[in-house]
């Protein structure tokens, strides 16, 4: 089971950019499907962008599309997260998780078995 760790994430003023991280370890990083979540209080956990093993597929969320890039480096076993052009509403616990169920880039949370802890990111004015 790989076990994920999240970094990166602060307070940025609206219009910054922000890259976040996410440090795999303890299985083989490349066999996962990789993605990105947030969430804020009393609201689900919903879906921002997800990385097929490869990196040859993305998904994105419909607020985010334009704004986040999605990356991965297999041979450092991590994923990032680039966030431009920030808006108070991308204030969340942005989470990483992973999934071996298949190479998909699904925005179905319950299809990714392992999750990281969080990082907050507050976009302020």
């Known amino acids: 089971q790989v076990q994920l760790v999240e970094s990166g994430g602060r307070s940025v003023q609206v219009g910054g950019s922000l890259k976040l991280a996410c440090a795999a370890s303890?299985?083989?990083?490349?066999?996962?499907?990789m993605g990105w979540f947030r969430q804020t209080p009393g609201k689900e956990r919903g879906f921002v962008a997800a990385?097929?093993?490869?990196?040859?597929?993305?998904n994105y969320a419909t607020s985010v599309e334009g704004r986040f890039t999605i990356l991965r480096d297999n041979g450092k076993s991590a994923v990032y997260l680039q966030m431009n052009s920030l808006k108070p509403e991308d204030t969340a616990v942005y989470y990483c998780?992973?999934?071996?169920?298949?190479?998909?880039?699904?925005?179905?949370?319950?299809?990714?078995?392992?999750w990281g802890q969080g990082t907050q990111v507050t976009v302020s004015s």
């Open positions: 998780a992973a999934s071996r169920f298949g190479d998909i880039v699904t925005p179905d949370r319950s299809f990714y078995s392992n």
């Open positions: 303890g299985g083989p990083f490349s066999d996962y499907t």
């Open positions: 990385i097929s093993r490869s990196a040859s597929r993305t």
